[in-house]
């Protein structure tokens, strides 16, 4: 029986065999629970986040647990690392791109390894969901030599994340566990294992030729490495993890939620094969793939985005001189840009294997097509009452849209989207101010760079030291709604707030500004327009750096806040006898919450959060509040 009860109690509850239907990311975070976690950091990423969040939830009641949401990955990964090598078991959690920038560490630690478990969670995005890329981060397992396991679903992600702590610490190295956005948000039961004790108490043995990395000692620890990168393959070799399943004439390779789907297909298809599924993907078990391929005519290998395991099967295959015919993203049977889904593999399945798609599987697709029961699809925007709107909308004032506008990555990004229509250049996290550096130098136009209160504290300083140093005439727009709004309010060094549930005093922007030597720092309320405005072409028209923290919590936080506390939440309303249809607050400020009924604006009083900017821009004073 499926019990129902809170993530906090499930992460704790310590009651062999009770099962649960839980998100992936939870079935991890109580996998590492199990495997007796006692430090984890993180930065907050989708897909990733609710890792995090799970163990949040009770890392200050839970005495063996210390947790902290890090500044950004790098930091993330150097903590948890530091603590694995003073024997605490330890784990870091981030999402693709966070391993770009904690890859630095990364490698490093690969080679001087660790003395308890470090389990390093990566999240990869196929498809683009929530990120910037769909980088295949398998790659970085070949790169760094590190052992790599892939769950497809939710109980595999549990018992592949104690698997991975035991695996580490059997190898002294650290280990990734690689997941996708379907397995990170796809909810599926989970039969709970023991908690384990934890280890003897953490302690730091200082061995500086092992530890401390220069050239000398980095020369004789990636031999070690090597050596050790060898016994993972005879692991790899007898993992359960990798498994033959089924009997038939036609052999197929995958892994990860790929694997799910290539069940489904076979079954659909009516086709027998031997599947083997691999979810130990690096080091690939190269005699048992061998093994495998030179028993088929036909193999057929099924994944996500990079043909990694593809091209391991026909350099393996290559290496025995196996003539086994194999079929994949070489000839185009499956995308390598995108997530996979079930139909996708239907088609590449009975394209390879010359089979007829069922009639009532087309029927099938035919009549999903027509449901009209679906919400239409529609682009994010950002919600109504958001303060960033407003600060994007009086940056469009105060310049007259004729400067440049490098943006970050945030809620923000969707300033994007018309009318606001605010964003001209991101690369990552951290680069507007980067990129603002870049521009100021080549360009004579204003050049306004935004970022987020998180993201400035991930990766703006950096940026921001350079703009003063090289005396860039940058002018910088921290949006401050004090939460890391996107991957679910979390908290960061200018809230206060720490992973422990403990009120530290805030970080405050504008001070860290003026400590860097920014000449020019102000602090505004993006909900009060004119000042806001006139702040802005001030700050543009300084000649050198300039940084505007533009300040007003998240509309989300807010009503949260309010509904607690009971107050009443006053919409705003239009009068149509005063209103002349100018459609400056739909088609220039573009609040979810205005619409166009007949021949005048409304405002959608369950939608308004009452924050009065669509009011102050009316040139008509045609919006009021409600009684």
């Known amino acids: 029986m499926v019990k129902m009860m809170d993530i906090a109690e499930i992460l704790t509850n310590d009651s062999p065999g009770d099962k649960f239907l839980l998100l992936g990311n939870e079935a991890i975070a109580r996998g590492a629970i199990e495997a007796g976690l006692e430090f984890a950091a993180t930065y907050p990423g989708t897909p990733s986040s609710e890792i995090g969040d799970s163990l949040y939830r009770v890392a200050s009641k839970y005495k063996q647990l210390y947790f902290q949401y890090s500044t950004n990955e790098k930091v993330a990964l150097e903590a948890a690392g530091a603590a694995s090598i003073a024997n605490t078991r330890a784990m870091a959690i981030m999402k693709h791109v966070g391993l770009n920038v904690a890859s630095d560490a990364f490698m490093t630690l690969n080679y001087i390894g660790v003395r308890a478990g470090l389990v390093i969670v990566c999240a990869d995005d196929p498809g683009c969901w929530s990120s910037q890329n769909e980088q295949d981060n398998r790659l970085y397992a070949m790169l760094g030599d590190t052992c790599m396991l892939e769950p497809a679903d939710s109980q595999e992600a549990k018992d592949m994340t104690v698997a991975a702590f035991d695996l580490s610490e059997q190898l002294e190295q650290p280990v990734l566990v690689r997941v996708t956005t379907r397995v990170c948000h796809t909810r599926s039961e989970v039969e709970l294992g023991s908690i384990r004790p934890q280890r003897a108490k953490p302690n730091f043995e200082r061995n500086p030729f092992r530890f401390v990395t220069v050239p000398t000692v980095a020369r004789l620890r990636h031999p070690i490495l090597v050596e050790k990168f060898q016994r993972a393959k005879e692991i790899s070799e007898k993992s359960k993890w990798n498994r033959i399943i089924g009997k038939g004439p036609v052999g197929v390779i995958t892994s990860g939620v790929s694997y799910n789907y290539v069940i489904e297909a076979l079954e659909l298809l009516g086709q027998k094969a031997t599947v083997l599924k691999l979810g130990m993907t690096n080091p690939l078990p190269k005699r048992k793939i061998q093994r495998f391929i030179a028993s088929k005519e036909k193999v057929l290998v ?31 049977l499956f995308s390598e840009i995108g997530e996979l889904n079930p139909r996708q593999i239907v088609e590449g399945i009975a394209k390879a ?9 087309a029927k099938i697709e035919r009549q999903l097509s027509k449901v009209t029961t679906q919400a239409p699809p529609r682009p994010p925007i950002l919600c109504a009452g958001c303060p960033h709107r407003a600060t994007f909308y009086e940056l469009a004032v105060a310049t007259g849209r004729k400067g440049v506008y490098p943006i970050d990555i945030g809620c923000y990004t969707l300033a994007i989207q018309p009318p606001l229509d605010m964003a001209d250049l991101l690369l990552c996290m951290g680069s507007s101010i980067g990129t603002a550096c870049g521009l100021t130098a080549i360009l004579d136009k204003p050049i306004v760079g935004t970022i987020g209160d998180s993201t400035f504290f991930h990766s703006g300083l950096s940026g921001l030291v350079n703009a003063v140093y090289n005396q860039h005439p940058v002018k910088i727009i921290v949006v401050d709604n004090m939460t890391t709004a996107m991957t679910g309010h979390q908290p960061h060094p200018g809230t206060g707030v720490t992973g422990m549930g403990k009120v530290n005093p805030p970080i405050k922007i504008e001070e ?3 400590g860097i030597g920014v000449p020019y720092v102000k602090v505004i309320d993006p909900l009060q327009v004119k000042e806001s405005i006139r702040t802005i072409r001030d700050a543009v028209a300084f000649d050198g750096p300039a940084v505007i923290v533009s300040r007003s919590i998240c509309a989300l936080l807010e009503l949260a806040q309010k509904r607690r506390a009971g107050e009443e939440i006053i919409p705003y309303k239009v009068d149509p006898e005063i209103c002349r249809g100018c459609q400056v607050c739909t088609g220039k400020l573009g609040c979810a919450a205005a619409i166009w009924k007949g021949e005048h604006a409304a405002i959608d009083p369950v939608l308004c959060t009452g924050c009065g900017v669509c009011a102050q821009i009316c040139p008509y004073k045609a919006i009021q509040r409600e009684e």
């Open 512 to 514: 860290v500004a003026l």
């Open 353 to 361: 294997l010359k089979l007829k798609i069922p009639k009532g599987y």
């Open 302 to 332: 099924v994944e996500e985005l990079k043909p990694y395991l593809e091209l391991h099967v026909r350099a393996f295959a290559q290496e025995k001189g196996i003539k086994t015919t194999i079929l994949g993203k070489s000839q185009k």
